[in-house]
C-alpha cells in the first residue's frame, strides 16, 4: 500500500490549504485515513483521521473547528481542508491508513512521504 501526500505549500497566516492523499496498491475502503504533522524539534502530533466510509471522524485539539477531513472512496483519495491557519501550524504533513480508527501514530501501517506546510505571520 502506498500513500502519497500534496498540497502543501506557503500560505500566509489566515489563508487556507487543502491537502490530498491518494493511496494506491490496496482497497481504499479497507482503510481509515490519517493525518498527522511533525515540525523540527517536536514529536509527531495527530491531526485527525477519518473512518474507512466517512462517517466517523476524530480531531486533534489543535485542529478543532479549523480543519476538515474528508474523503472520497471512489477516487481513493482523502482530504484535509486547513482554514484560518496559524504560524504554528508549520510542519511537514503526513497522510496513514490503518484498519481501525486511531489517533496513535503506532496505530497506522501505512504512512506517506509528507508534505511541507508553512504558514508566515
Known amino acids: 500500500v502506498q500513500l502519497q501526500a500534496s498540497g502543501g505549500g506557503l500560505v500566509q497566516a489566515g489563508g487556507s490549504l487543502r491537502l490530498s492523499c491518494v493511496v494506491s496498491?490496496?482497497?481504499?475502503?479497507?482503510?481509515?485515513i490519517g493525518w498527522f504533522r511533525q515540525s523540527p524539534g517536536k514529536e509527531r502530533e495527530f491531526v485527525a483521521a477519518?473512518?474507512?466510509?466517512?462517517?466517523?471522524?476524530k480531531y486533534g485539539d489543535s485542529a478543532k473547528g479549523r480543519l476538515t477531513v474528508s474523503r472520497d472512496n471512489a477516487k481513493n483519495l482523502a482530504s484535509l481542508q486547513m482554514n484560518s491557519l496559524k504560524p504554528e501550524d508549520t510542519a511537514v504533513y503526513y497522510c496513514?491508513?490503518?484498519?481501525?480508527?486511531?489517533?496513535?501514530?503506532?496505530?497506522?501501517?501505512?504512512w506517506g512521504q509528507g508534505t511541507q506546510v508553512t504558514v508566515s505571520s
Open positions: 496513514a491508513a490503518t484498519y481501525g480508527l486511531g489517533y496513535r501514530d503506532y496505530e497506522y501501517n501505512y
Open positions: 496498491g490496496g482497497r481504499f475502503s479497507d482503510f481509515a
Open positions: 477519518i473512518n474507512w466510509n466517512g462517517n466517523r471522524t
